[in-house]
Antibody, heavy 116, light 110 residues
Framework: QVQLVQSGAEVKKPGASVKVSCKAS????????INWVRQATGQGLEWMGW????????VYAQKFQGRVTITRDNSISTAYMELNSLRSDDTAVYYC?????????WGQGTLVTVSS | QSALTQPASVSGSPGQSITISCTGT?????????VSWYQQYPGKAPKLMIY???NRPSGVSNRFSGSKSGNTAALTISGLQAEDEADYYC??????????FGTGTKVTVL
């Protein structure tokens, strides 16, 4: 069965970086795009960007341009999302999700807390 | 890119039908068939309910249906049940090759 398993919760200080992983199983990793979506507590979903694991091509939401990088290691079917220059308002649950025009499988979410 | 506009809340009694709207522009909702809908329970990951405007994934109840007219997409839940009480989000592909979510709608079953 398709699964996306994310890395554990992180606590970071303002100005630091965080890198969240998303390990895929149950399907051919390079056949489907990977998206990253975040959700602050009590707030809505926010799309951050996507990557084609086959080509490595990425597209980011304008809001995160220059601060987010999505990469992958196809040898271990894992995608990564790195967010730099963290601020308190980056505190959120970060999800990876499989798919292009629609996201059919989601990771369990990774809580990133930014606090001094 | 501004979030798509959804009503903050919609409510209905068991057995009734409700519709959640998702309004964008010709650069997103109106320009593409790539609108999907997600159901989310508190503390859980979103679940795909409708894709490509009106298609239902295997395993999703046929009480859920989707449509689109112009710049507005809609999710209809018929025969409302207690288990439908959740948050619902639309998302659309955009002319910038990005995606944008709706603001989210809390569905309450009275």
């Amino acid at each position: 069965q398709v699964q996306l398993v994310q890395s554990g919760a992180e606590v970071k200080k303002p100005g630091a970086s965080v890198k969240v992983s998303c390990k895929a199983s149950g399907y051919t990793f390079t056949s489907y795009d990977i998206n990253w979506v975040r959700q602050a507590t009590g707030q809505g979903l926010e799309w951050m960007g996507w990557m084609n694991p086959n080509s490595g091509n990425t597209v980011y939401a304008q809001k995160f341009q220059g601060r987010v990088t999505i990469t992958r290691d196809n040898s271990i079917s894992t995608a990564y999302m790195e967010l730099n220059s963290l601020r308190s308002d980056d505190t959120a649950v970060y999800y990876c999700a499989r798919g292009g025009s629609y996201k059919d499988y989601w990771g369990q979410g990774t809580l990133v807390t930014v606090s001094s | 890119q501004s979030a798509l506009t959804q009503p903050a809340s919609v409510s209905g009694s068991p057995g009734q039908s409700i519709t959640i709207s998702c309004t964008g522009t010709s650069s997103d909702v109106g320009g593409y068939k790539y609108v999907s809908w997600y159901q989310q329970y508190p503390g859980k990951a979103p679940k795909l309910m409708i894709y490509d405007v009106s298609n239902r994934p295997s395993g999703v109840s046929n009480r859920f249906s989707g449509s689109k007219s112009g710049n507005t997409a809609a999710l209809t839940i018929s025969g409302l049940q207690a288990e439908d009480e959740a948050d619902y989000y639309c998302i659309s592909y955009t002319s910038s090759s990005t995606y944008v979510f709706g603001t989210g709608t809390k569905v309450t079953v009275l």
